[in-house]
């Protein structure tokens, strides 16, 4: 690449170098293990440590109390038999595509920039999908038999049906945890490796040892090592998108006006990796003034990141075009209607937001003023997880208020209780984020070594 | 233990360890190593190092292989599984679909083909690298912390056939390493 | 707002005439001139604490009625356990055969206003769970109204008494009867002067016979009748017409034209049940299927359908049903009557030139066409809202259309114990109280110091009289205006007898003993005639039986009991004169103002059914409002007004005034507004008390119907939530875009008779046809149904919306009720529902609206099946949707991706909520139907333990006399098929081409609701016809012809 890279169109040419100059192995292994085993945490981090906590505990309180009750404290009714809760789901499973989209498929397109980002957007998706896998449980109305949907053997025979996408999104959405978490451990041995080798207290050197499972750097070891990682990069990506397809069927495999489209696959992938990257932004910018990383994760890295969106944002506009087109051009009253009334019922001020959040918005993304200023890009991004949560809303709700026969139309609100439970979501991401930068390595430290390396070659800037 | 067992009651030894301070020597002093003829040798880095495993010889895993059955071993559970519960164990009629809907086991098959290969590749790495191991002799080295930060090593172990600790010691020197010291068990 | 603030807030307005306030005055001035026989003083302050309702402590109540109810409960066991000492004569098998486990069915009847409707009440192991129709009544046929229904809950009601009391302390019967007869006493030695009983309409031969004793003991004593719904201006029609007491018995299958002056006759009157059937069979359009109906109306010609015009002064489900419907303001409905007498030749009536000229006169010519050429087929039916020269007039009609000879309008004696003008017996009853005439008073059931126009202080004047006894089931205004209270007992658990209004005579016989301590009217009137206090309700029943039926009393008495009437007891027809004349008419009131309307509720009525849940939880007909009621106004005058749909307004009328909701509502005359009374009850236990507002405030006793002058409306910038079972947001917005996509999708699907016979399919081709059945990966032929093969039809040219459907189904399957604000949220639980669209013009007023049951569709290609993540719902071999709830964990994703949305989903435990956890009502509940807990789907299952139970029977049947299990056609009905008075619902097997169902379907009116999507739904619906007069033809909303797609 060095060779080409002196005639790049200016366009193209990068903004940034990968890493701030002046670096060598052991200064990065140094900056980026001394924020866990030397520094004391900076103030902003106790800060949303507590947050964090404190809307957990709104999470809890609401979730007993609703367990007590029952679902009626939620604004659901006939007809929205689904409400915030889906929509929270499908937002947090959205924001989770980020990481292994960085991790697994950046890393087939080799993309030197994703080094510096991945760890934390694995983790960032590991907490995302947490965040989600609640909603399941909080959400159906006998949660004591949730079990009944694994496919457990049982005396009385009974199995799941697996015709059902609710079913599928169980499997698809345990398996993405399952394999995302396999691929952000991998990642993890040898930098766990060099905390053992790094911290001096024997209770955190003990705890690193173990989980670093005696890691020692040999080349056989890498040389499997690379290849377990890229075949699990490999298998990542079609998860990835299997991923959002499958929760976009719990959609498209209804017959209800407004869910039952194709478009909705590829859509809700674009727009998942869109909101994805949204979030990693949203958390990466803080952070990395907050814990010195800016010699890291480098404005370069904002800026491709920014590109992502702008594309992605693209691609979900497409989508809500398509849908409005394929609603006329069906020439169905049903979808017709559905989306007249989208637009201009009683939730039209929901889908005009969701215009101005998520397709309007980005277009700024085509400056590169924006794209490499953390302050407007902090914001935008704001706007745009904002968007995407809102999108859901509109698909959830305002298909299902005004769906066949006029008279079983209905409206849906959320009521305290759905907030508190969306509210607590959140805060149970932010302390989930707070431990992880805490107790691990928020940059794979050995993948910068080895860029650091690359750099020195002069193979990639 | 091999024959060239020694039979004083000092500290076994493990082998000869070199430490390099950049990858290129590394990689010169393996490729080096391995045309002298040592064999049972091992190459240590902070970061992969391309071409440093192929310079001691290495030149294929079994990684991929058992990932790709593990991956197959998935089809077959995740589509037996939804036919024998839907077909053979407790048919039951849903919606006018037939029995076999097998578009509909689709997704959940996909799901099961990638957990169970997941699960292949990165349980076949750890078993072939014999990991987990918490002690090993290598881990007694000079300054071996550095390995995982910036220190680059080559370990001539005791057990290969030319080793001699004389020679091999004086081999290594001649690596331009910046130093060299012998590991004990 | 709440209601209870409506409520209050309203009553501060009403002084001196409302109803709260008055009860204070009561008190006071009855506690200076009560003289001090039973223990005046604290006496008074604990009716005083009761006739405060704040005060009444209901948790108190409620805890000491679960004691009691599980008591009960066990002493019902006990009583199905051993053999009730008098002679019950099963309806199906005798006794000695029940099986524990199987249902028993006894014939009985309830009162609709007084007026007999024969049952066949159900009884599990001793306890009643259910009640239908009883086939042998003329009344019923076999089929119920809503009422009926629903009394089983009332005999469960957590909020029945359980034991008498005096002034507020329990009582006992011997105490009772003592004070009785200290008060008799004086009475006795006056002839039975200062005695008056007060009662509503009466039927019973039984109390009439006991009357009649007591008059001639006590020629002095009066006996007063009051009952709203007691037909006033009917019978004083009939008095004005032929000077004499006559009831007029209408045989419509032989009206080929009708007219109806302000009539509900298809929801309202004692016998609607019937004339809601034999109109049914006059619009019949299915020849093979219903056969039967084509014999009973042998004047019809085989393609022939009734015509039926509609004149009203505020909208009704008649009028929804008519071919031609005509919005009239009140005075012009006697306008239309004169104009329609005089053209037919009717000697002696002349309108007022003014008003008829405001008759739109086309209309009214093709009215009288018909109606002139129908030689003898055509009836005209005056409303019980109208005056009695209206009704006067009809009769004058029905005479000189040649209806009377024809047989189609028979005129026999009235029914009634004692046929009276209640309005002034009312009257006369204040004016003796008044004049302290009244030592002792009894009011036999009914509530008169709350259902009496305000214009009418009965409360003030009830506490003039000496000593006051009510009987009433449930504590009410009145009882906390009396010394004693004597629980009233039920139907279902006393002996007692009624009449039909045909004078069919019915005897009451009960199928559990009574739950409480619980007396019926004969007992007090025994008490009266000092026939000792022991003295049982069977005693009494048997001894006016055998009094009446001599010597073969015996024979006649077994036989009513298993049949459930009395042979040949329907009075014979009797010969009447007219007496012509006919007063000038009136002229018109100016059109300035609102003309206010005044109706009982179609669910709760005068208020008597206020505590039954069900039926406040029922979507009200055409408005589909619950548990409230409301001011009804067009948007147009809504508009003119600036008032908005929930908007709270006073209702000034001289000195009364009430607050109220608004309602705006379609198809409303303009400038007039309905109020419905029976709401604003204050002491109506739980469920009734503090709903909606009190229209008998603004009544006046000499018009009850109607005001056509003098209403203002204020608003109060307040606000009040008004549950309606459809959307809520911008009403006039949402109907119209309902409407209009209800076209779109052609949901209702109709058409006119004459474009029927040219195309008989019209229904198949409108909309989407249905996806092939090759259109999918699968084979289309892996599946199919064998054997038995259940499905359904919906004829919706029969159904008339009625709504008895949804509460016969709530009694069969144990759906709980949820209360208003559950109801509000859309979360109301009913299996089947039944939709209304209005259509055409909506700012017409005569705007068409159409009903359409909607219960579960049992789709063969259920959407709600392959969602389900854990099998909760699947398909049976039967073709059944069947839910398994222990299966459910309650996704709610089947209930989205219905197409019908008839799924409900139990959002909490609504079983135990609005006051449900109840014993008593544990007893109610149908056994072989699951009681379903919290956080589970539930929906129509074609009453699928009715399915098995007759499953199980034909295999029995098979297994004895060998060959295949079949289940003979109409010997397994669903509830809501049972209930339905016009047989608007069929069910049965698709499987066996000659049952009825599989006729219905064939019937080229046929059509899926939604089938365009390809759900293959097994209820379908038969296409609705209208019969529009040629001659208003184009010209009418109702006449519009639906082109074809």
């Keep these: ?461 | 233990m091999s024959a060239h067992g020694h039979e004083d009651d000092t500290p076994k030894v493990h082998g000869l360890i070199a430490e390099f301070d950049d990858p290129e020597t590394l990689v010169k002093a393996t490729t080096k190593a391995h045309e002298a003829g040592y064999r049972t040798m091992d190459a240590y880095s902070p970061f992969p190092i391309h071409g440093l495993a192929e310079a001691m010889g290495v030149r294929k895993t079994y990684v991929s292989l058992v990932t790709l059955i593990g991956g197959l071993t998935g089809t077959a559970t995740g589509f037996g599984m939804q036919w024998f519960a839907s077909v053979k164990h407790y048919p039951y009629s849903i919606g006018g679909k037939p029995l076999n809907s097998w578009p509909a086991f689709m997704p959940i098959t996909f799901e099961l083909t990638i957990l169970f290969a997941a699960f292949s590749a990165l349980g076949s790495m750890l078993l072939f690298n014999g990991l987990p191991r918490p002690h090993h002799p290598i881990f007694n080295a000079k300054r071996f912390e550095r390995a995982s930060s910036d220190g680059f090593f080559l370990c001539i172990e005791e057990t290969d056939a030319q080793y001699d600790t004389d020679q091999t010691k004086a081999f290594l020197e001649g690596l331009g390493p910046v130093e060299v010291s012998e590991v004990l068990e | 707002m709440s209601p209870k603030d409506l409520q209050n807030t309203a009553t501060d307005q009403e002084v001196p005439a409302s109803m709260s306030s008055s009860q204070e005055n009561g008190y006071w001035r009855h506690a200076n001139d009560l003289d001090g026989s039973v223990a005046a003083d604290d006496t008074h302050h604990q009716e005083f604490d009761l006739a405060n309702p704040d005060t009444l402590d209901h948790a108190g109540r409620r805890n000491f009625m679960k004691v009691m109810g599980a008591s009960m409960m066990l002493a019902g066991l006990t009583s199905c356990a051993r053999q009730p000492e008098e002679k019950i004569v099963p309806y199906v098998k005798p006794p000695e055969e029940a099986v524990p486990g199987r249902f028993g069915y006894y014939a009985s009847a309830v009162s609709m206003a007084g007026y007999g409707l024969g049952v066949v009440a159900t009884s599990f192991e001793g306890r009643p769970t259910k009640i239908e129709g009883l086939a042998e009544h003329p009344a019923s046929l076999g089929a119920t109204d809503s009422h009926a229904q629903a009394s089983i809950l009332d005999l469960y009601s957590p909020n029945r008494l359980e034991s008498i009391s005096h002034a507020g302390t329990m009582g006992t019967w011997n105490q009772f009867v003592a004070d009785i007869a200290r008060v008799m006493g004086d009475i006795d030695s006056a002839a039975g002067a200062g005695l008056t009983i007060l009662t509503e309409t009466v039927t019973s031969p039984t109390i009439q016979w006991q009357m009649a004793r007591l008059m001639q003991l006590f020629p002095e004593m009066k006996w007063r009748e009051h009952d709203p719904m007691g037909r006033n201006n009917t019978r004083m029609g009939a008095l004005q017409a032929f000077g004499e007491y006559t009831e007029t018995k209408i045989d419509f299958t032989k009206a080929k034209t009708i007219l109806s002056l302000d009539a509900n006759f298809l929801v309202e009157g004692p016998a609607h049940v019937r004339y809601a059937r034999d109109f049914a069979i006059t619009r019949s359009a299915s020849a093979t299927a219903d056969a039967a109906d084509y014999e009973a109306r042998e004047h019809f010609s085989h393609d022939e359908m009734s015509r039926l015009y509609v004149a009203e002064c505020t909208p009704t489900l008649t009028g929804a049903a008519a071919d031609h419907l005509q919005v009239l303001r009140f005075p012009l409905v006697e306008t239309l009557a004169r104009v329609v007498a005089s053209r037919l030749g009717v000697a002696g009536v002349a309108a007022n030139a003014d008003n008829a000229a405001q008759l739109d006169t086309a209309w009214v010519d093709a009215l009288v066409e018909d109606l002139s050429h129908s030689n003898g087929h055509a009836v005209v039916v005056a409303g019980e809202s109208q005056p009695p020269v209206v009704h006067a007039l009809a009769h004058a009609i029905n005479a000189a259309l040649g209806a009377v000879e024809s047989g189609l309008v028979t005129y026999i004696d009235s029914p009634e114990a004692d046929p009276t003008d209640q309005d002034a017996s009312l009257g006369k009853l204040v004016d003796d109280l008044n004049n302290d005439q009244v030592k002792l008073l009894i009011v036999l059931g009914g509530n008169p110091v709350y259902n009496t126009p305000g214009s009418v202080d009965v409360a003030a004047a009830m506490a003039k009289a000496g000593l006051r006894v009510h009987l009433t089931s449930e504590q009410n205004e009145t009882s906390e205006h009396c010394h004693w209270v004597i629980p009233e007992s039920h139907a279902l658990e006393s002996w007692g007898d009624i009449r039909a209004y045909d004078g069919t005579h019915s005897i009451v016989q009960p199928l559990i003993r009574p739950l409480y301590n619980s007396k019926t009217a004969s007992q007090i009137l025994a008490v009266l005639l000092d026939e000792g206090s022991a003295v049982s309700d069977y005693d009494i029943v048997r001894a006016g039986f055998d009094a009446k039926n001599g010597v073969l009393a015996e024979a006649k008495w077994r036989k009513a009991l298993s049949v459930g009437v009395v042979e040949d007891s329907a009075f014979p027809a009797k010969s009447v004169s007219l007496r012509g004349s006919f007063p000038e008419e009136a002229p018109l009131p100016s059109a300035e103002g609102l003309e206010l309307h005044f109706r009982l509720d179609p669910n709760i009525g005068d208020g008597r059914h206020a505590s039954n849940g069900w039926l406040q939880e029922l979507p009200k007909p055409l408005t589909r409002l619950t548990w409230d009621n409301a001011l009804h106004i067009h948007p147009t005058t809504a508009k003119e007004r600036e008032l908005e749909q929930e908007d709270v307004v006073i209702i000034k009328v001289g000195d009364r005034e009430v607050r109220a909701a608004v309602m705006l509502m379609f198809g409303h005359p303009k400038g007039a507004a309905t109020l419905h009374l029976g709401y604003g009850r204050q002491v109506a236990g739980y469920i009734g008390k503090d709903r909606g507002f009190n229209a008998f405030t603004l009544q006046d006793v000499n018009s009850r119907y109607y005001i056509g002058a003098g209403v203002t409306l204020a608003k109060t910038g307040r606000n009040y939530l008004l549950a309606r079972t459809e959307e809520h947001n911008n009403i006039e917005k949402s109907l119209q875009t309902q409407a209009q996509k209800a076209e779109d999708r052609h949901l209702i699907r109709a058409n006119t008779l004459e474009n029927y016979k040219a195309h008989p399919d019209f229904a198949q081709h409108m909309g989407h046809h249905a996806p092939s059945r090759e259109n999918t990966l699968y084979n289309p032929d892996e599946k199919d149904y064998a054997g038995l093969s259940w499905g359904m039809t919906i004829d919706l040219n029969r159904c008339n919306g009625c709504g008895v459907c949804t509460v016969a189904c709530q009694a069969e399957n144990n759906i709980p009720i949820v209360g208003k604000q559950e109801v509000s949220k859309g979360r109301e639980m009913h299996w089947i529902r039944v939709d209304r669209y209005y259509k055409g013009d909506m700012y017409n007023d005569s705007v068409e609206a159409a009903h359409q049951p909607v219960p579960c569709m049992q789709c063969e290609n259920a959407p709600c099946e392959p969602v389900c993540p854990v099998g909760g719902t699947m398909h049976s071999a039967e073709g059944l949707n069947d839910m398994i709830y222990n299966r459910c964990v309650g996704t709610r994703y089947c209930a989205n991706n219905c197409p019908y949305k008839v799924r409900r989903f139990n959002f909490f435990h609504y079983q135990i909520r609005e006051e449900q956890d109840a014993p008593q009502l544990k007893m109610m509940r149908n056994p072989n139907v699951t009681v379903r807990s919290r956080g589970v789907m539930e929906k129509c299952t074609y009453c699928v333990q009715r399915i098995n139970r007759a499953r199980i029977d034909a295999k029995v049947a098979a297994s004895k006399v060998g060959g295949e299990t079949v289940v003979p056609d109409g010997t397994l009905v669903t509830a809501c098929q049972a209930a339905c008075p016009s047989q608007a619902i069929d069910f049965g097997n698709i499987n066996d081409p000659s049952s009825r169902v599989s006729l219905r379907k064939q019937n080229p009116r046929d059509y899926g609701l939604l089938a365009d999507i390809g759900t293959r739904p097994r209820t379908t619906y038969l296409a609705k016809l209208q019969n529009p007069s040629p001659a208003l033809a184009g010209t009418d909303a109702h006449a519009e012809a639906h082109s074809e797609h």
């Excluded at chain 1, 345990?174 to 990642?187: D, K, M, N, P, R």
């Excluded at chain 1, 803080?286 to 702008?310: C, E, Q, S």
């Design chain 1, 1 to 461: 690449m060095s060779a080409e890279a002196k005639n790049i169109p200016p366009a193209l040419q990068v903004v940034a170098p990968l890493v701030e100059p002046g670096h060598n192995y052991e200064s990065i292994s140094r900056a980026v293990s001394d924020v866990i085993l030397e520094k004391p945490m900076p103030k902003p981090w106790f800060g949303t440590l507590g947050l964090g906590f404190m809307l957990l505990g709104i999470l809890g309180a609401s979730t007993a109390y609703l367990f007590w009750e029952g679902l009626g404290l939620w604004g659901i009714n006939n007809p929205v038999g689904w409400g915030f809760a889906i929509v929270n789901l499908v937002w947090w499973i959205g924001i989770g595509h980020a990481g292994t989209l960085i991790s697994a498929i950046l890393l087939l397109f080799n993309q030197d920039w994703r080094t510096a980002i991945n760890r934390f957007a694995e983790a960032m998706t590991l907490v995302a999908v947490m965040c989600a896998g609640i909603f399941p449980l909080l959400h159906v109305g006998r949660p004591w038999a949730i079990f009944f949907i694994f496919p457990l053997p049982n005396t009385m025979a009974l199995w799941p049906q697996f015709r059902s996408p609710l079913l599928w999104d169980v499997f698809a959405i345990s398996t993405y945890f399952t394999v995302s978490l396999l691929f952000w451990f991998t990642g993890l041995i040898p930098d766990l490796a060099t905390l053992r080798d790094r911290s001096k207290k024997g209770i955190g050197r003990m705890i690193y040892g173990v989980l670093a499972l005696g890691w020692r750097g040999s080349a056989r070891h890498w040389y499997r090592y690379e290849m377990a990682y890229l075949l699990l990069g490999g298998m990542s990506a079609p998860l990835v998108v299997s991923v959002h397809t499958i929760v976009s069927f719990d959609f498209a495999v209804s017959v209800i006006p407004g869910w039952h489209t194709t478009i909705f696959p590829p859509y809700f992938v674009a727009g998942a990796i869109y909101s994805g990257f949204a979030m990693v932004l949203t958390i990466m910018i803080p952070v990395r003034i907050w814990f010195g990383m800016t010699d890291f994760i480098t404005t370069r890295h904002l800026d491709n990141m920014a590109k992502v969106m702008l594309a992605t944002g693209l691609v979900v506009f497409y989508g809500y075009c398509c849908e409005a087109f394929y609603a006329w051009y069906s020439g169905s009253d049903y979808e017709r209607f559905m989306m007249m009334n989208r637009m201009t019922g009683p939730y039209g001020w929901a889908y005009a937001c969701l215009l101005l959040c998520n397709a309007v918005s980005p277009q700024f993304l085509w400056f590169k003023w924006v794209r490499t200023n953390p302050v407007p890009l902090f914001i935008l991004t704001i706007i745009v997880n904002i968007g995407m949560w809102l999108e859901r809303y509109v698909i959830v709700v305002t298909s299902l208020t005004r769906d066949y026969l006029p008279s079983a139309w209905g409206e849906y609100a959320g009521t305290i209780f759905d907030w508190a439970a969306y509210v607590g979501s959140i805060g149970l991401f932010l302390f989930m984020m707070s431990l992880f930068v805490r107790f691990l390595p928020m940059i794979t430290i050995f993948e910068l070594r080895l860029q650091q390396h690359q750099i020195d070659n002069g193979e990639i800037r």
